[in-house]
């Protein structure tokens, strides 16, 4: 099976700007969740969809957002950027039908916000 | 609430000598805990993890780790290091925090002195 893949890899924005991020799961996966790695707050979670729906959110501002599509396929959205929000942008598959499932990640996009 | 400490943030090992990364849990519920790996400009990949059942678990790469309740610990070892284990290692638990809402450490970076 092919592993969770991230598109961009790397992506420059400026502050203001708004970015989408992509995640495809390994299929037959029905969770996907979202995490913000930086070296001052180290892996942070952001949220959880499992079958279009969220269904875990994390502590970040309403500026982050997310939606699941009918494949699976999931894309993370953050407006109005700001500085703090360069970071290592990862996401992660499961099956999502219990808590103790292993969650295979995807390599991140790396995103600098100028 | 859950939560994972993780006791050094950089260890310093001989290549051959026993590689020990300390980790400890809070959960109001019996935890699921698992230990990632993360090489540099890539995403987690899962070492181990334990659920229920035998509290030694084994992982790949020569990994493996106890779960100690009374303790509240599940540390890291491996009996003799490789150049190769060089990289950052997370705890992280879940349970109690909805599916798949899985709270890190902050991370350990192992450093393999030749």
């Known amino acids: 099976k092919a592993g969770v893949t991230q598109t961009p890899r790397y992506l420059i924005k400026t502050r203001g700007q708004q970015v989408t991020l992509s995640c495809s799961p390994i299929?037959?996966?029905?969770?996907v969740s979202w995490y913000q790695q930086t070296p001052g707050q180290g892996l942070q979670f952001l949220f959880e969809y499992f079958s279009e729906t969220q269904r875990n959110k994390g502590n970040f501002p309403g500026r982050f957002s997310g939606r699941q599509f009918s494949n699976s396929r999931s894309e993370m959205n953050v407006s109005t950027l700001e500085l703090g929000d360069s970071a290592l942008y990862l996401c992660?598959?499961?099956?999502?039908?219990?808590?103790?499932?292993?969650?295979?990640f995807g390599p991140g996009t790396r995103l600098l916000v100028l | 609430a859950q939560s994972v400490t993780q006791l050094g943030s950089h260890v310093s090992v001989s290549e051959g000598a026993l590689v020990l990364l300390r980790c400890n849990y809070s959960?109001?519920?019996?935890?699921?805990l698992f230990w990632y790996v993360q090489y540099p400009n890539q995403g987690l990949q899962l070492l181990l993890k334990y659920t229920t059942g035998a509290t030694l678990v084994k992982g790949i790469n020569g990994f493996e780790a106890e779960f100690k309740k009374s303790e509240t610990s599940f540390h890291l070892t491996k009996p003799s290091a490789h150049m190769s284990d060089a990289a950052e290692y997370f705890c992280?638990?879940?349970?109690?925090?909805?599916?798949?809402?899985?709270?890190f450490g902050t991370g350990t970076k192992l450093q393999v002195i030749p």
């Open positions: 299929s037959g996966h029905r969770s």
């Open positions: 992660a598959s499961s099956l999502g039908d219990r808590d103790q499932e292993t969650q295979y």
């Open positions: 959960s109001s519920v019996p935890p699921y």
């Open positions: 992280a638990v879940t349970r109690g925090g909805g599916y798949q809402k899985v709270t």
